[in-house]
């Protein structure tokens, strides 16, 4: 199948622990913030969302974080599963038409 | 399957030919938005149609590349004279929701490999 970030930075958990994925965002004028899910061959799956507006917002099994001060947004796995191991990217909205700007991505990888 | 559609999946050409890719958006979003995507990068924004009409263009999208979304539903990507640094996946989304917060819905993407 396509393979989806072959160069990225790698974060290798066990099944079970906690994931944490790390994204520095570029605009401070953004107001809308997401995270995707890219698997080989496919493409990006929203997985959760946040505005400026916001600090933390829990989805099933993910956390997002904003930091705006210093310009950071984070996204927590609880209990990660082998089904989690993707490329994650966050984005920020820029425009008002949802114009995305996306991060580099991380890739997950979780060993049984 | 209502989720978006893009025709072909894969595309391999030669040097100087055209292309034209198809997206066929989630019914009733009225908003379609085209990405470009290499090995390694994040998606890169091309251009946005609210309905029929194209409210922006990326500078990536150089005058080889024309989209067009005529009735407000499918679009189409077409590239002339394709170049070899034009290989990438391309990606189409839409959206119903205006202003911030509207989720983007992404197709499989077309890659294209150009010899």
């Known amino acids: 199948g396509e393979s989806v970030g072959l160069h990225l930075p790698t974060l290798s958990v066990q099944e079970g622990d906690n994931s944490i994925i790390n994204c520095a965002y570029s605009?401070?004028?953004?107001?809308?913030f997401i995270w995707y899910k890219q698997e080989s061959g496919k493409g990006p799956q929203f997985i959760i969302d946040i505005r400026s507006n916001m600090d933390k917002r829990q989805g099933q099994r993910v956390t997002v974080l904003l930091n705006k001060t210093v310009k950071h947004l984070s996204l927590q796995i609880a209990a990660t599963q082998p089904g989690d191991s993707a490329v994650y990217f966050c984005?920020?909205?820029?425009?008002?038409?949802?114009?995305?700007?996306f991060g580099a991505g991380t890739r997950l990888a979780v060993h049984p | 399957d209502t989720g978006v559609s893009q025709d072909p999946r894969h595309k391999i050409t030669k040097r100087g030919q055209n292309v034209t890719f198809r997206c066929d958006p989630i019914?009733?979003?009225?908003?379609l938005y085209w990405y470009r995507q290499t090995l390694g990068q994040g998606p890169e924004f091309l251009t946005y149609?609210?309905?029929?009409?194209?409210?922006?263009k990326s500078r990536l999208l150089s005058d080889r590349f024309s989209a067009e979304r005529p009735k407000g539903s499918f679009s189409t990507l077409e590239i002339q004279r394709t170049e070899q640094g034009d290989s990438a996946m391309y990606l189409c989304?839409?959206?119903?929701?205006?202003?911030?917060?509207?989720?983007?819905?992404f197709g499989p993407g077309t890659r294209l490999t150009v010899l």
């Open positions: 605009n401070s004028a953004s107001d809308y």
């Open positions: 019914s009733e979003h009225n908003r």
């Open positions: 989304a839409s959206s119903l929701t205006s202003g911030g917060g509207g989720e983007q819905f």
């Open positions: 984005a920020e909205n820029t425009g008002g038409y949802n114009k995305l700007i």
């Open positions: 149609f609210q309905n029929e009409a194209q409210l922006e």
